[in-house]
């Protein structure tokens, strides 16, 4: 019979195989994912939250009437913005008679019948001669001159309209700028990238108050959401790493402030410049560059429910226990959806909402949570997962008393996809200073998209007005305000765009 082994006896081989059982499980669940990334089908992959609400309820009907009013809507707005030509077509002469008696005497039926055609005009490009009136006196003595036209730019060739196409096409199209180069020269005109970057440049100089005013607001506000992504920096034979920061917040009329800072670097400096000081609220994932301006003196930190999300969905693949923890973020999501549905978002009511419906969901999720990290390896998967959403805890559930505050982050990082689009296309900023003047000129085109202003039009027209507009009031001048101002004032006004 085998002598049994005390309790306290140490064998090393034990640790080892420990050790090796935990590193297999993380290489395991690395080429899972990896797998799923690479070759999984789209139901493989992590749905979004809408979908899962759906469910099973989003029938074929559902899906099908949902397209339906997305046409409409879609519709609705050409009509509203399309600027509209109308084409009469007349009878041929030849077939100008009755086809029953063969009579010539023919009156109009009504208006006649209409139908709709959307046709693609080719933009153009136009070289226009600037004449200015020089009148002299009988006397001999004076000369009066009319008036030079308007220019962004001193003795510039360009004027605020192409400056404006300049920008919105990189900004908001991530289109290279040799490629927009190629497009103009189609156009007829000669043009070169370097022409197109001094301009482009030259745009972010002028407008540089506007963009730090913007900035300078959203750090003014209660609650803030930021998030970083990095962007290459051209050096020596090689590139060096910079990071894009954006930070945004939603005023309460609902409308949304869009800004964003480029550094050299990851650390805290960015966050403490923008944000140091300052009190409220700020939305981030789980990165301790924020940590600078978040508690005990600064910020309150609001965790992201969307990469707590992402971690329990990647340990699936070996730990299917994961699918519980998805079941519990489902329930705090319909809940906003509850919320947003019967138009409570962000009022008392919401609160009262969350406090009884989402604080059972989190007391139940925490049991869950500490009842499982006993059972897996702290580096795996599902242990990581498990302790990242533990460490954040405190963060993620402070939503629930403050009905301004979301359950994740995303919004931060949807604004940082047209920059992530831009990098693809245009690979990397030529310097330090060209990242920031990149970074402020995404900050008014991306606030103008998130709020349905027109970025060209406004550009065309803040490119002017910012050079002489009182910087006391330079806020009248940022998009959604400019846009009320252009509806409101009467067409002789001078806050109405130039003609």
């Known amino acids: 019979m085998p002598r049994e082994l005390p309790q306290d006896h140490f064998c090393p081989w034990r ?22 990334h690479v070759f999984g089908r789209r139901t493989e992959k992590l749905p979004t939250v809408a979908a899962e609400l759906r469910g099973d309820g989003d029938s074929t009907a559902a899906r099908a009437e949902a397209a339906k009013k997305k046409r409409q809507q879609r519709a609705a707005r050409k009509a509203e913005e399309a600027p509209a030509r ?7 002469a030849e077939e100008r008679h009755c086809p029953a008696c063969g009579s010539e005497d023919l009156k109009p039926l009504g208006e006649g019948r209409t139908s709709v055609v959307y046709e693609y005009v080719p933009a153009r490009l ?3 001669v600037h004449v200015q009136e020089v009148l002299a006196c009988a006397c001999g003595r004076g000369v009066v001159t009319a008036p030079p036209p308007a220019r962004v730019v001193d003795r510039g060739e360009y004027g605020p309209g192409f400056l404006a196409h300049v ?6 199209d991530a289109m290279p700028l040799h490629r927009l180069a190629q497009r103009v020269e189609r156009s007829g005109v000669p043009m070169s990238r370097s022409t197109l970057t001094n301009l482009f440049h030259q745009a972010a100089s002028v407008l540089l108050p506007l963009s730090q005013h913007l900035l300078q607001g959203i750090a003014a506000a209660d609650v803030v959401w930021a998030d970083e992504t990095p962007l290459r920096v051209l050096d020596v034979k090689k590139t060096k790493l910079g990071y894009l920061w954006t930070f945004l917040t939603q005023t309460p009329a609902g409308e949304w402030l869009v800004g964003y800072r480029f550094s050299m670097g990851r650390a805290s400096t960015t966050p403490k410049e923008v944000l140091g000081g300052t009190r409220g609220a700020l939305v981030v994932d789980a990165y301790t560059g ?7 003196e600064g910020r309150s930190r609001v965790g992201c429910w969307a990469h707590v999300r992402r971690r329990f969905f990647e340990a699936l693949a070996t730990a299917p226990e994961a699918r519980e923890a998805l079941d519990f973020i489902l329930a705090l999501y319909r809940v906003e959806a509850l919320a947003r549905d019967a138009g409570l978002g962000r009022t008392a009511a919401h609160r009262e909402l969350r406090q009884q419906q989402s604080l059972p969901v989190l007391l139940a999720l925490r049991a869950w949570l500490e009842s499982q990290a006993p059972r897996h390896l702290p580096k795996g998967p599902m242990g990581q997962a498990l302790s990242y959403t533990l460490k954040q805890w405190d963060a993620l559930t402070r939503f629930v008393a403050d009905e301004r505050l979301p359950l994740d982050n995303n919004r931060s990082e949807a604004a940082l996809r047209k920059a992530a689009l831009g ?20 900050a008014l085109v991306a606030t103008c998209e998130a709020n349905g202003v027109n970025p060209e039009a406004y550009l065309a027209d803040v490119l002017l007005r910012v050079q002489t507009h009182p910087n006391s009031r330079i806020g009248e001048l940022l998009p959604c305000e400019w846009m009320r101002r252009r509806a409101a004032d009467p067409p002789d006004s001078p806050l109405q765009p130039s003609p």
């Not at 080892?16 to 290489?27: G, I």
């Not at 920008?167 to 908001?172: D, E, R």
């Not at 690979?427 to 330090?432: C, D, N, P, Q, R």
Request: glycine fraction near 4%.
């Open 167 to 172: 920008v919105t096409s990189k900004c908001a």
């Open 290 to 296: 924020y940590n600078a301006v978040t508690l005990p």
């Open 423 to 442: 990098r693809k296309n245009f690979l990397f900023v030529g310097h330090e200073a060209a990242g920031e003047n990149l970074a402020g000129l995404y």
């Open 15 to 36: 640790e080892e195989a420990e050790e090796l059982k935990e590193r297999l499980t993380s290489l395991e669940a690395k080429m899972a994912t990896l797998e799923r």
């Open 126 to 128: 136009e070289k226009q």
């Open 86 to 92: 109308e084409i009469r077509h007349e009878v041929p």
